[in-house]
């Protein structure tokens, strides 16, 4: 079957200080701030009506991962299938009112996933200001105790394709309908939370003018650029003002073939099989490997 996801909707994190969370999202990434209430914050860097979602919070935290099926009997069928597995349907209601349908379920290691019909595009598509201006929100790596049953959780119950593993399942890599090489990825962690998320660029160009952005602030990149052997896709890394890892990519690896077989690689030990890591050579810092943010904290828990 298809996959009953067809894309990264949205990131929802909660942060401890909205107004400079989103002072960084429109002066380094260049996002346009679509509206601001009761304690939370909708971004966005295109015509769709949110894409990075913050919420006012004690601390940094994961809140929610956003994933935009195609139609109502989609959404109804992850609904269906999470049940099935004995998951938590936390909310049938839709998070904004800009998604028509959506279910919120909550994953075994405390990840929440809401399964939403596409996003309202009532944005204009171009706009002014500061910062890069990405094409889209890409994509989230997600941090987990037992990676390999939280992907095949997620692939069973978002109908996710595996495109790509290493032999242990140290780090995983799933992919959508839109066919993108990974929409969701997974690393081995202590703890279940998120690596990092991304924003698709449209040019070479604007990770050189992300550099000097950072610069102008005295703030740096934590990794790259390079090139990632796992997605074939350009990257390059840095720090938000709330300490969440932002990707930025261009490039990635389309896979429309509904039958491909994943690749198992080997990283080598402390990632450093460049020809999968980063095929330019530069390996990552230690800053980027140990880079961790929690899940929201489960109510009563
Ligand atoms: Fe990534």
Redesign the pocket.
Known sequence: MDPLVHRLGFVALNVKNLDAAIADARDVMGLSLVGQGNGRALLTSNDRHAELIFYQAEASELHTIGLEALTPAHVGEVARRARAEGLEVVSETPSLPAMEHGVTIRFSENHLVEVHTPMLRDRPSRYSGPGIHPRYID?A?LTARDPASASEEMMRVLGLKLSERTAGWELSWMRAGDGRHHTL?FVKSDAAGIH?Y?WEFADFNDFKRLGDVLDTFDRKLVWGPGRHGAGDNL?VYYVDAAGFLV?C?AEMERIADPEFQARVVDPGENLSNYKVVNRWGQLPSQEWIGHFIPCMGRPGH
């Open positions: 994509h790596n990825a990092h991304s990257f990707e990519t």
